[in-house]
C-alpha cells in the first residue's frame, strides 16, 4: 500500500464550481501536509502547507487535515479555467532530511 | 520568495552516454537537497536525498552508480545520469530545503531526459 493515496481522476468541473480534492495517508509519523499543484511538463507548485490538524484558508484554496482519520482536502471555490491542471498532496513527518511523500496526483479539468 | 533554478529543462541523449542536471537555489542556501524522478501520469518518486559536503542517501531500488549525485556547495547540487538506457528516460527534478527558513520545500521546473 503506497504511504499516500489519491485518485488520480480526470475530474471536470464546470467554471465556478466549488472543487474537492482528496487524500489519505497511511504513515501516523507525517505531521506536514502540502498540497501543490503542477502543469504539464513543470515542476510543482506549493500551494498550501499545514502542519497536523486543522483548516487554513488562502483566498479561494482551503486546506484540511484530519488526523484521526488520515485524511486530507483541499477546496478550490469559483473554480477557474486556469486551476485546471494536476493537483499534488504530499506528506512528511517532519525531520529536515526527510524527502516529500506524494500521492499520485489527480487531474483537473476546469470546463469554461 | 525562494526560487530553485534546474537546467537543463529537456536533454535528448544516445544510450550510453552521460547526462549531467544541474539544480541550483537562487536566493538562499539549500543544505538539503532532493531529486525526485516522474513518469507520464505517476507520482513524484524520491529518488535520493543530498546535504552539502556529504555523500548522498539513496531509496531502496535506486543506483546509486547510475544516478551521481553531488551537493558540493550550498547553492547546486548535480545528478548525473550514467550509461543512460531508454528505460532511464523520465522527468527528473529537484527540491531543495533551507533548513532556517522553517517548510522551505522548493522545487525546480524538472528536466524532461530523453535517451534514444
Known amino acids: 500500500q503506497k504511504e499516500v493515496e489519491q485518485d488520480p481522476g480526470p475530474l471536470s468541473v464546470p467554471e465556478g464550481a466549488i472543487v474537492s480534492l482528496n487524500c489519505t495517508y497511511s504513515?501516523?509519523?507525517?505531521?506536514?501536509f502540502m498540497w501543490y499543484r503542477q502543469y504539464s511538463r513543470k515542476g510543482p507548485e506549493l500551494l498550501m502547507y499545514t502542519y497536523s490538524s486543522g483548516n487554513k484558508e488562502d483566498g479561494r484554496f482551503t486546506a484540511q487535515v484530519d488526523k484521526s482519520s488520515k485524511y486530507i482536502s483541499l477546496f478550490i471555490r469559483d473554480s477557474q479555467p486556469s486551476d485546471s491542471a494536476t493537483y499534488l498532496c504530499?506528506?512528511?513527518?517532519?525531520?529536515?532530511?526527510?524527502?516529500?511523500?506524494f500521492g499520485k496526483g489527480t487531474h483537473l479539468i476546469i470546463q469554461p | 520568495g525562494a526560487v530553485v533554478s534546474q537546467h537543463p529543462s529537456w536533454v535528448i541523449c544516445k544510450s550510453g552516454t552521460s547526462v549531467k542536471i544541474e539544480c541550483r537555489s537562487l536566493?538562499?542556501?539549500?543544505?538539503?537537497m532532493f531529486w525526485y524522478r516522474q513518469f507520464p501520469k505517476q507520482s513524484l518518486m524520491l529518488m535520493a536525498t543530498?546535504?552539502?559536503?556529504?555523500?548522498?542517501?539513496?531509496e531502496q531500488g535506486v543506483e546509486k552508480d547510475k544516478f551521481l549525485i553531488n551537493h558540493a556547495s550550498l547553492t547546486l547540487s548535480t545528478l548525473t545520469v550514467t550509461s543512460a538506457h531508454p528505460e532511464d528516460s523520465s522527468f527528473y527534478i529537484c527540491?531543495?530545503?533551507?533548513?532556517?527558513?522553517?517548510?522551505?520545500?522548493?522545487f525546480g521546473s524538472g528536466t524532461r531526459l530523453t535517451v534514444v
Open positions: 527540491s531543495a530545503r533551507d533548513w532556517w527558513s522553517g517548510y522551505g520545500y522548493t
Open positions: 504530499a506528506s512528511y513527518s517532519g525531520g529536515g532530511a526527510d524527502g516529500l511523500t
Open positions: 536566493d538562499f542556501q539549500a543544505t538539503t
Open positions: 504513515n501516523s509519523a507525517f505531521q506536514y
Open positions: 543530498s546535504n552539502e559536503g556529504s555523500k548522498a542517501t539513496y
